[in-house]
């Protein structure tokens, strides 16, 4: 069974401060995902990652892949408040079709 | 395009009676899935389709629970009869094959 384990689970931070979200997975996987929910809406995709060493960033968030550690990070650098919302990253089954098993989620506050 | 649809977007019910809930994937994606969020379970999968055929169904937690897909632009998710412990939100998401799923704005359920 594929497990997602995120933390921390809820992180409150100032405006202007950097911080990493890690996403830890338990088997072997294709590709990660991550996606963001704002308070009472549905899932954004924010970023696909396909191979061992990807990164890709977008604005203030960067995210990096390490199958061999089976780790996945989300990199915050100089938060604005327009980023908080829940982050979740999710972690495909290998020869599932498309099946995702989702982490429980970083609820992320960020403080003007 | 209009991205997936949803509908309804509130349902407020009454334990056992029936509740039918309406998806409508982006055109031309070809797997179809079906999401449940909690507090206590966060996001479950509970069923997903390509091209059109139901593929995983081992997360419908009850025989309660049926979903159909009879072509390529609908799916419905039925639950029959409704109990309170199925109140949640249920999401609807999309993929043009493994690829990024793209999720709907999702139905509150409400089983009173």
């Known amino acids: 069974e594929l497990k997602v384990e995120q933390n921390p689970l809820f992180l409150s931070m100032q405006e202007g401060k950097n911080y990493t979200i890690y996403c830890n997975y338990s088997?072997?996987?294709?590709?990660l995902y991550w996606y963001r929910q704002d308070p009472g809406k549905s899932l954004e995709s924010l970023f696909v990652?396909?191979?061992?060493?990807a990164v890709k960033q977008e604005g203030r968030l960067m995210a990096s892949l390490d199958t061999k550690a089976r780790l996945s990070t989300l990199h915050i650098t100089a938060a604005v408040h327009d980023l908080s919302a829940t982050y979740f990253c999710a972690v495909d089954l290998p020869n599932a079709g498309n099946m995702l098993t989702f982490g429980g989620g970083t609820r992320l506050m960020v403080k003007p | 395009d209009a991205g997936v649809i949803q509908s309804p977007r509130h349902e407020v019910t009454e334990m056992g009676q029936e509740v039918t809930l309406r998806c409508k994937p982006i055109?031309?994606?070809?797997?179809l899935f079906w999401y449940r969020q909690t507090m206590m379970r966060g996001l479950e999968l509970l069923i997903y389709f390509n091209n059109n055929v139901p593929i995983d169904d081992s997360g419908m937690p009850e025989d309660r629970f049926s979903a159909k897909m009879p072509n390529a632009s609908f799916s419905t998710l039925k639950i029959q009869p409704s109990e309170p412990r199925d109140s949640a939100v249920y999401f609807c998401a999309s993929s043009w094959g493994p690829d990024t799923q793209y999720f709907g704005p999702g139905t509150r359920l409400t089983v009173l």
């Open positions: 088997t072997t996987s294709d590709r």
């Open positions: 055109s031309g994606h070809d797997y």
């Open positions: 990652l396909l191979s061992n060493g």
